[in-house]
C-alpha cells in the first residue's frame, strides 16, 4: 500500500487539522507516514502513534533578518533534499502539507519526482493563506480552504473549500446543542501560549468587576502560563469565585460542552472548534500574527454574531468587564450566539479533505474522477 505523508509541525494551528485527518484516513486503513520538525508535539500525538515519523531540517524564514532568512533557507533545502529521498523510498502517494516551514520541504520534494511523483495537497487554516501555502499553491494538485472568504490566493490554484479539520472528541460536539444559562454560568478562558499571558492580565479584575448577580453564579476555568499560575490564584483569591487554573486542559472537548461563553484567541483551530462545539465568544486576536490572520479568522464568526473582536491594545479589564456583564446577564443573547456559531459549524472536514486526499491519491478510480470534479 502507498502510503499518504502528511506534513505538520509547529504550532497546534498547523498541527490539529493534521491530527484529524490522520485520525480519519487511519479509521479507513490507510498507511499514514508523518513529516514533521524536531520541536513538534507531533511526537506526543495519539493520531501518529503507528505512522512511520521522519524529522526533517527547517526553518522559518518569513520576518527574519538576512543573515538568519539565509540560514532558514539553507535548512529548508536540507530538508527537501533528504524528503526527496524518503518520497521515493517510500513511494508515497500523497503528500499533505498543513502550511508553515514544515510543510515545505516534502511538499517542494514532491513536486520534483516526475512522473509517478506523489500529488501534493494544501491545507489552510486561516482566512489568510499562508507564505509557505502562498508560494506552493500555484503547482500543487489541491488547495484545501476552510474559508470561502480565504485571501491571497493565487489565481491559479486549484483551490475548495473543506472546513478546518478538528479532532475527533470535537467535531462530535457538533449539534449537541447549548446548555441553560439559567443557573451556574461556566466562563473558559483559553490562549495558548503566547495568548494567556494577556489573559492573566485582563480577564481577573474584569471577573473581580463584575456585578455580585454574576460573580455569585460563575465558575471559571482559565488557561495560564506556569510563571503566571500563582498572581493569577491570588488575583481572583478576593473574588470568592470557584477558579479552575491549569497551563494546559487536555480535555478541551469537555470544556467546551460544558462552557457557557469563551473568552479565547482566534488561531484556526479555536475557531473551528467553536463554530463545532457551537459557543458564544469573546476574541483577541493576536497582535503579531502575520498578515493579521488572526483577526481575519475572528471576523467569520463576529460577522455572523457568535463573537465580539476585542482588540488587545483598547481592552482594558473595564472594557472587557462590561462585556462579560452584557453576555452573562442575558440568556437570551448567549443562545443567539451560539446558534450563529453552530450555523458555521464544518465537522465533516476531516472526512472531506480525505476523500479529496484519496481521490487525487487515485484519480483513475470513479470515486475519485468524481469527487474531483464536484464543486465544494
Known amino acids: 500500500m502507498r502510503p499518504i505523508a502528511i506534513a505538520a509541525g509547529g504550532t497546534g494551528g498547523h498541527l490539529f487539522p493534521a491530527e484529524a485527518l490522520a485520525a480519519e484516513l487511519t479509521a479507513r486503513g490507510e498507511r499514514i507516514v508523518l513529516f514533521t520538525d ?11 502513534a503507528n505512522a512511520e515519523r521522519f524529522v526533517l531540517s527547517g526553518e522559518g524564514i518569513a520576518g527574519r533578518n538576512l543573515l538568519r532568512a539565509a540560514k532558514g533557507a539553507a535548512k529548508l533545502a536540507a530538508g527537501t533534499l533528504t524528503a526527496r529521498s524518503l518520497l ?63 485571501t491571497k490566493v493565487p489565481l491559479n490554484a486549484k483551490a475548495q473549500v473543506v472546513g478546518n479539520p478538528v479532532r475527533p472528541a470535537l467535531a462530535a460536539l457538533a449539534g449537541a446543542g447549548y446548555p441553560p444559562a439559567d443557573g451556574a454560568l461556566r466562563l473558559l478562558v483559553t490562549g495558548g501560549s503566547l495568548g494567556a499571558r494577556v489573559f492573566a492580565d485582563l480577564v481577573p479584575p474584569a471577573i473581580a468587576a463584575l456585578p455580585e448577580a454574576i460573580r455569585s453564579r460563575l465558575l471559571v476555568a482559565q488557561q495560564c502560563r506556569v510563571e503566571d499560575l500563582e498572581r493569577v490564584r491570588a488575583a481572583y483569591a ?48 493576536l497582535p503579531s500574527a502575520i498578515d493579521n ?56 472536514a476531516a472526512r472531506d479533505l480525505a476523500d479529496l486526499v484519496l481521490a487525487l491519491a487515485n484519480p483513475v478510480s470513479p470515486i475519485g474522477a468524481n469527487l474531483l470534479q464536484e464543486p465544494r
Not at 524536531?38 to 501518529?48: E, G, N, V, W, Y
Open 293 to 348: 490572520h488572526q483577526f481575519a479568522n475572528a471576523r467569520a464568526l463576529a460577522e455572523a454574531g457568535a463573537a465580539l473582536i476585542l482588540p488587545q491594545a483598547s481592552t482594558t479589564p473595564a472594557r472587557l468587564a462590561e462585556l462579560l456583564a452584557e453576555f452573562l446577564s442575558s440568556p437570551e443573547r448567549l443562545a443567539e450566539a451560539a446558534r450563529a456559531a453552530a450555523s458555521l459549524a464544518r465537522p465533516q
Open 88 to 150: 521515493k523510498r517510500l513511494d508515497a502517494a500523497a503528500v499533505v502539507g498543513f502550511g508553515g516551514y514544515p510543510a515545505l520541504p516534502p511538499a517542494l520534494a514532491a513536486l520534483t519526482l516526475g512522473s509517478r511523483r506523489p500529488a501534493v495537497i494544501l491545507h489552510e487554516q486561516n482566512a489568510v493563506l499562508g507564505r509557505a501555502n502562498r508560494a506552493l499553491a500555484p503547482r500543487a494538485d489541491l488547495l484545501a480552504l476552510a474559508y470561502a472568504e480565504t
Open 238 to 285: 478576593g473574588t470568592g469565585i470557584p477558579v479552575e487554573l491549569s497551563p494546559f486542559f487536555p480535555d478541551i472537548a469537555g470544556r467546551l460542552a460544558g462552557a457557557h461563553l469563551v473568552i479565547a484567541r482566534s488561531g484556526a483551530s479555536t475557531v473551528a472548534e467553536l463554530a463545532c462545539a457551537g459557543r458564544p465568544s469573546l476574541l483577541l486576536p
Open 38 to 48: 524536531s520541536r513538534s508535539a507531533a511526537f506526543d500525538s495519539p493520531a501518529f
